[in-house]
Nanobody
C-alpha cells in the first residue's frame, strides 16, 4: 500500500504563515502528480495546488501569489510541501495531501490520500 502522512497544520493568526508537509511511503514504484486539497465544513473538497514530477505547478486562483508548492523526489518516495502566506480566516479547513502513484504490489496506478491536517486561521 501507499501511505501519505501530513504534518504542519495548526492555529495561525490572519496574515500569518504556515507550512504543510507530506511524506509518501509504502509499496511505491513511482509517484506522478501530487497536490494539496482542502475541505471546509459544509463545503466540497477542492484543489489548492498541485505539482507534477517535472515540477510544473498549478494553483487555485484564490491562492496564487501567496501559496508555494514544492516537492523533493527520491527513490520510491517523495516529499511534498506547501508554504502558505498571508492566510485568511476563510481558509480554515482540513488540508489533504494527494498523490497519483503506482503501487508495485498491485502494479496499478491509484489515487491516494493522507488523513488530513487541520489548519485554523483565527485571531
Amino acid at each position: 500500500q501507499v501511505q501519505l502522512v501530513e504534518s504542519g497544520g495548526g492555529l495561525v493568526q490572519p496574515g500569518g504563515t504556515l507550512t504543510l508537509s507530506c511524506a509518501a511511503s509504502g509499496s511505491i514504484f513511482s509517484i506522478y502528480r501530487m497536490g494539496w486539497y482542502r475541505q471546509a465544513p459544509g463545503k466540497q473538497r477542492a484543489l489548492v495546488a498541485s505539482i507534477t514530477t517535472g515540477g510544473t505547478t498549478n494553483y487555485a486562483d484564490s491562492v496564487k501569489g501567496r501559496f508555494t508548492i514544492s516537492r523533493d523526489n527520491a527513490k520510491n518516495t517523495a516529499y511534498l510541501q506547501m508554504q502558505m502566506n498571508s492566510l485568511r480566516p476563510d481558509e480554515t479547513a482540513v488540508y489533504y495531501c494527494n498523490a497519483e502513484a503506482t503501487d508495485y504490489e498491485t502494479g496499478t496506478i491509484g489515487d491516494y490520500w493522507g488523513q488530513g491536517t487541520q489548519v485554523t486561521v483565527s485571531s
